[in-house]
């Protein structure tokens, strides 16, 4: 369990900060995890190469963590690696609603903020989010082929939304 930490460091990532590198997580909690000047309150992962492991949440619970973007969640994956959420819970996470620099389309994902060429979102349940509850965007460095171009999924099923009445869903895929 994680709970109450913040990124004093403002290098992404309250509770678990990746680079390059795999994780498995079951059955965990992230509470009140803060980022306020960078990415994920809870979890951040920066995959600029392959990695031949998975990264997996399994019944991971998230709740009201905080970030620039990706307030629970952050990844960027510029290669082929499975990503995968299943049965978790993402309740009042919360992200910045506009950019804080011109130009710029890294704000939002209160639970997922997911700058990757193909994931899966199964069985999970998002509840009162506020910056748009998953947001994923088609921009990497390098100048990477698009999602469309390199024939990827990323997909989203049987999941439950539960939105507060001032809330809305932005999808900007």
Do not use: M, R
């Not at 992200?95 to 199964?122: M, P, R």
């Amino acid at each position: 369990n994680y709970n109450g930490l913040k990124d004093e460091k403002n290098q992404g990532g309250a509770a678990i900060h990746l680079i390059n590198y795999w994780i498995i997580c079951n059955n965990s909690k992230f509470t009140s995890c803060t980022a306020e000047a960078s990415a994920s309150g809870g979890v951040y992962i920066y995959l600029s190469e392959n990695i031949n492991n998975p990264i997996s949440f399994y019944d991971v619970t998230f709740s009201k963590c905080s970030a620039i973007h990706g307030g629970a969640v952050y990844i960027y994956k510029s290669e082929d690696n499975d990503i995968k959420f299943t049965l978790c819970s993402f309740i009042e996470n919360k992200a910045n609603k506009k950019s804080e620099v011109a130009g710029k389309n890294i704000y939002g994902g209160a639970a997922l903020f997911l700058q990757v060429t193909g994931s899966e979102i199964n069985k999970c349940t998002f509840t009162k989010n506020i910056g748009s509850g998953v947001k994923i965007i088609n921009e990497f460095e390098n100048n990477l082929k698009t999602i469309k171009e390199l024939d990827s999924l990323i997909s989203i099923e049987n999941c439950q939304w539960i939105k507060n009445q001032n809330h809305q869903f932005q999808f900007p895929l």
